[in-house]
């Protein structure tokens, strides 16, 4: 999977392809799984959550310069998604779009993928 540099008009107009539609989610945040490991000053954060069917009524991209992009999708039911720190995005060959967050190590830091299907399990 080949991720590029996120593009704000290719990545908003991706965002409007999916919305008004029944799709699943996927968001992930972390900052390393043994990030306490390498450093005891490290408090260990984390969300996984996978496979979340929602329909959203808009998405939106903000932000911009140095991690600071964000994606808020508002639901039909009045919920919200957010998910900040996006940095690369792709869609691949099984048409789920992928944003995610790498950080200056290279590392993923962020998660948010959209796919009209389940993701694999």
Known sequence: MELKPLDEEKVQALLDEYK?????????ITNG??????NDDVFNTGTFLR?????????????GNNFEHRVGLKLDNGGWVYVTGLS???????DE?????????????????IS??????
């Open 20 to 28: 008004n539609e029944p799709v699943y989610i996927h968001v992930e």
């Open 33 to 38: 799984v043994y990030a306490s490991h390498n």
């Open 51 to 63: 496979n979340i069917p929602v329909t959203y009524t808009e998405g939106k991209l903000k932000g």
């Open 88 to 94: 690369h995005y792709t869609v691949n060959k099984n």
């Open 97 to 113: 779009f992928i944003l995610h967050g790498i950080d200056h190590s290279g590392k993923l830091a962020a998660a948010l993928e």
């Open 116 to 121: 009209r299907k389940e993701f694999k399990k």
